[in-house]
């Protein structure tokens, strides 16, 4: 089986520049998760969906983040404008249920100049 | 204090020693456990689910205490390819919503 997709897997763009990740988790999945990561922050969640439906957006940063999930084979993570600071690597995961592992696709590696 | 607390290390060990680490999560309502490995500029994976009876996967074995609050992981005969990240993720949920938490990791550095 397939495993959880994510594109673009290296992003380099300047800053003020509209950026779009995707993702396309594992089907029958039921969760899908969007994470950041850097050396000083760790591991972040951003956001999280449940059947295609936001549950927990808590951790976007500010509203230069957006997230859709427009069915269940496909997520985009966008930022408008971006800037400097949102330089990581961006994570989408997986789950078949809340409290099952998640499986995570290779990541998106985004630098803003 | 934070939810899910992990040593950072680095722990540096020779070949073939037994290397533990814990993982210490602050609510008692937590459910699922879990093992990640990450290696460097990769995603996290999988390495194994923690049950409350303790589970074995080869050289390592992972162990809950929800007495104490805290998981356990242990590599026995570390391979120079043990080398990574681990990750402890800490999960409570209901029928619709949950929370799934992750520790910062602890680095291995396995050495000839």
């Known amino acids: 089986d397939a495993g959880v997709i994510q594109s673009p897997r290296h992003e380099v763009t300047e800053m003020g520049q509209e950026v779009t990740l995707r993702c396309k988790p594992i089907?029958?999945?039921?969760?899908l998760f969007w994470y950041r990561q850097t050396m000083m922050r760790g591991l972040e969640l951003l956001i999280y969906?449940?059947?295609?439906?936001?549950?927990?957006d808590s951790g976007m940063p500010e509203d230069r983040f957006s997230a859709k999930m427009p069915n269940a084979s496909f997520s985009t993570l966008k930022i408008q404008p971006s800037e400097p600071r949102d330089s990581a690597v961006y994570f989408c995961?997986?789950?078949?249920?809340?409290?099952?592992?998640?499986?995570f696709g290779d990541g998106t590696r985004l630098s803003i100049l | 204090r934070k939810e899910v607390e992990q040593d950072p290390g680095p722990f540096n060990v020779p070949e073939g020693a037994t290397v533990a680490f814990n993982c210490t999560y602050s609510?008692?309502?937590?459910?699922?456990f879990f093992w990640y490995r990450q290696d460097c500029r990769k995603e996290p994976k999988l390495l194994m689910s923690?049950?409350?009876s303790g589970n074995e996967d080869g050289r390592f074995t992972a162990q809950l205490n929800r007495a104490s609050q805290y998981i356990s992981l242990l590599i026995r005969d570390s391979k120079l390819s043990d080398s990574a990240t681990y990750l402890c993720?800490?999960?409570?949920?209901?029928?619709?919503?949950?929370?799934?938490?992750f520790g910062d990791g602890t680095t291995l550095t396995v050495k000839p």
């Open positions: 993720v800490v999960n409570i949920y209901n029928t619709n919503a949950g929370k799934s938490t």
């Open positions: 609510n008692s309502a937590s459910q699922s």
């Open positions: 089907s029958g999945h039921d969760y």
């Open positions: 969906f449940n059947n295609n439906v936001p549950i927990d």
């Open positions: 995961a997986s789950s078949r249920d809340m409290g099952w592992p998640q499986h």
């Open positions: 923690v049950y409350s």
